[in-house]
């Protein structure tokens, strides 16, 4: 029934956005001279916000948000040092191990022996290639694509790519916004597996019922039970 | 003869290099009470250098090695409206219009009529797939890869991945060391049109001497007749 089976990686197989929330964190710690810790957060959201269209996605366009969330802030007081601290937390972010969430490996490595595995996802380029080569993983995807975008215009031209029939493409990932909605339009599956902590860009609120081709699961590892049943109906 | 013939965007397509030299031109300016140019030229190179594993190729790197020349050049006097404008100098960067090399539209549409074209480059994601939107040729190619680095290995996979055997495989490009070398060392055919302006960490020198299957031409206008004698022989 799947021809492929394709996973989100940041929050869906590995965790992401706590370490954009610690190096937040560090950044409020830094700039509580100049501003309080919900003026950085707002801050640094608009910066986000605005620079989007033209950084795109990933901890490089976000480290310029931030100094330039600390520049505006500090009122152009802020001092190199305290801007060198700033790249210092996005080298620390773009050389951090990379930890799977529990299960993720067996479920991957269980699912690889029945069905062609991908990865879809955004963000630096290199960053995330370096992540998924440390995953200790990657071996099992037979395609990564790193987009600038997922919306389904991307997704459609990623299955055209490969010859991949929607309606034979299950997509996998924590973000409604990114891996559920578009997947669901072009007539896709998706499991939608929530993670606790979400970028505040990447949310959505689901219009109408959900679809017949949208699935929740708690955790990554019911994927193989859930794909078996879809397979039998 | 071939089944494919894949071109190098930035410096190949359209002028990137140059545009790094103004920018770099504009830091030096700014940085004229900290340091003198040479001075900025080496440390920036020196920067790029050891923060091209971390960064990767790009705009986005190229600016956080800016503000850390910057830092370092101005002992951390560099004040944040200083960093601001290097940030705008960044922004400028990725929202110039593209302006086409002479000739690259008239022989692309020549060549799109015979041949299968695509895109190998480097660079960060989101800014190379504007400039190629805004560029004007994007739908004469039929597979973008936007790549974090341009080695025989990374060739090898991106063929694998269309199924494009190495001795029908042509790459064009500005660049000996990412579009030349790696290419012909696989197997492959490379046609080389080189730049004036070149970048330092960009540069290779050959080894021994030219292989068969690597040609130069002075102008991409001369590569139709290239390939039509090619594919005569």
Chains 1, 2 share one sequence.
Request: net charge negative; glycine share 6%.
């Amino acid at each position: 029934m799947f021809d492929m089976i394709a996973f989100d990686a940041d929050d869906t197989l590995w965790p992401s956005e706590t370490l954009y929330v610690d190096t937040k964190n560090q950044l409020k710690d830094l700039l509580s001279r100049y501003a309080s810790r919900e003026d950085v957060e707002q801050e640094l959201i608009a910066r986000e916000r605005s620079n989007l269209s033209i950084y795109g996605y990933g901890i490089k366009g976000f480290t310029l948000s931030m100094i330039e969330t600390a520049i505006g802030l500090s009122k152009g007081k802020i001092t190199g040092n305290e801007v060198l601290k700033i790249i210092g937390f996005a080298k620390k972010m773009l050389s951090l191990e990379v930890d799977l969430f529990e299960h993720v490996e067996d479920t991957i490595y269980e699912l690889v022996t029945s069905y062609p595995l991908m990865i879809i996802t955004k963000g630096d380029l290199l960053d995330q290639e370096r992540k998924l080569s440390n995953s200790g993983i990657s071996d099992c995807f037979q395609f990564i694509e790193i987009v600038s975008e997922k919306n389904e215009d991307i997704y459609k031209r990623v299955l055209e790519k490969y010859d991949i029939d929607p309606g034979r493409f299950l997509m996998v990932g924590n973000s409604l916004k990114s891996d559920i909605v578009p997947v669901v339009a072009m007539g896709g599956f998706a499991v939608h597996i929530p993670t606790e902590v979400n970028w505040v860009l990447d949310e959505v609120q689901l219009s109408g019922d959900r679809s017949d081709r949208h699935f929740e699961l708690e955790n990554l590892v019911l994927l193989p039970s859930l794909i078996e049943r879809l397979v039998d109906e």
